[in-house]
């Protein structure tokens, strides 16, 4: 009830002792009086069980502090993206109900343990050996499972982040390929959009557990997602939006539907820039440890699954160049540089197809984070600008 969102989590009873449905009905009245609490609600019957927790107005920030809620109301050690597992509440409290039964039987176990990987990866950094740590993870995701053929479920589930008037086309974002990707990227973006338009963002196959496949070559994964645009748009014009290493798959993307006949109305990129030319061995430190931040702080967390994944698409990524678009383009570039970055490491996004650009407040994290609002409207002045054109 009320009480329970206004305080601090409040911790649950012996939850191991409980029948299981006794169990799972406690947890989820829980996550959604801490989801309430988070997202400043009164109570938890402002929040739908069965509501993805990006369509309730979650972002990166707040999955984390219920991440942090529900591990003190629980007693268990959650793995950062928990939330974003479960997805819903329904589905974390059934996560939830799992971890309380599972082989600690309750006790304060991590909910995913150390990995080998995830340890390496702070080594790789302090060593300024990234780009080799990269080839070592990029080497071990060729012994997971992979596809070739674009079929219709090897896609995640896209979540929509915003459900739009339909008065302007739809947005498709992509996430980028770090082991942080995921749609949470887009969430504070998405909210600070006008609201004509329905935010739609991608979640990468592959990310998600180690029974999902990895893409084989990169025009695999482009067919599915272009499929999956065409699909959504009915066939209308879609704005295609990448962040970072997303704006390589947007444009990617947009290269494919374009060979279809399918024409975007826009393709947006926001700090983006091709792998090529060294990047990782100029940025890849101050990269990576601004992904493990924004993964809770601890590289450990970090498991071996996005990891590998990570490396098989960075792998993907490193020898692919942009092609020509029709689409108008936009690049939005970062105007402050990560902390540990001098001119000497070229850190500011360039593009080498024709493109309009504009000057953003923050640095490559920031502009989506703290700075997130002012992006959106930069993004949204163009495109009203881009739109009203195309009608003309």
Known sequence: GAGVAASAATRLPDLAGLAPEQRRDLLLAAVRAECAAVLGHPSGDAVAAERAFLELGMDSLTTLELRNRLGAATG??????????????EGLAALLADEVTGPGGGAETPSSPPTLYGSMLRAAVDRGRV?????????????????RTPEPDVLPEPVELVRGTGEGP??????????????????????????????????????????MRLPADLGALVEAAATAVRDRSAGAPAVLLGYSSGGLLAQAVAERLEDWGVHPAALVLIDSQVLGDGLLDRLGAE??????????????????????????????????????VKAPTLLG??????PGWTPEHRWQASW????????????????????????ASAVATWLGHVLSEGER
Not at 188 to 196: H, Q
């Open 76 to 89: 268990l050690r959650l793995a950062p993206d928990v939330v974003l597992r479960g997805r819903t509440p």
């Open 131 to 147: 780009p080799q740590f990269v080839e070592l993870l990029a080497d071990t995701a060729d012994f997971r499972s992979s596809f």
């Open 170 to 211: 739809g947005i498709f974002c992509f996430p980028t390929v770090l082991a942080s990707s995921g749609p949470v990227q887009y969430a504070r973006l998405a909210a600070a959009l006008p609201g004509e338009h329905s935010v739609t963002a991608f979640a990468l196959p592959g990310y998600q557990d180690d029974g």
């Open 287 to 324: 990269l990576m440890a601004g992904m493990t931040a924004r993964l809770g702080g601890a590289a450990t967390r970090l498991d071996d699954v996005r990891l590998t994944a990570m490396g098989r698409y960075l792998r993907l990524l490193a020898d692919y160049t942009p092609g020509a």
């Open 333 to 338: 570039v970062a105007g402050s540089p990560v």
């Open 352 to 375: 080498p197809r024709p493109h309009e650009r504009v000057d953003l407040s923050g640095d490559h994290f920031s502009v989506m984070e703290d700075h997130a609002e002012p992006t």
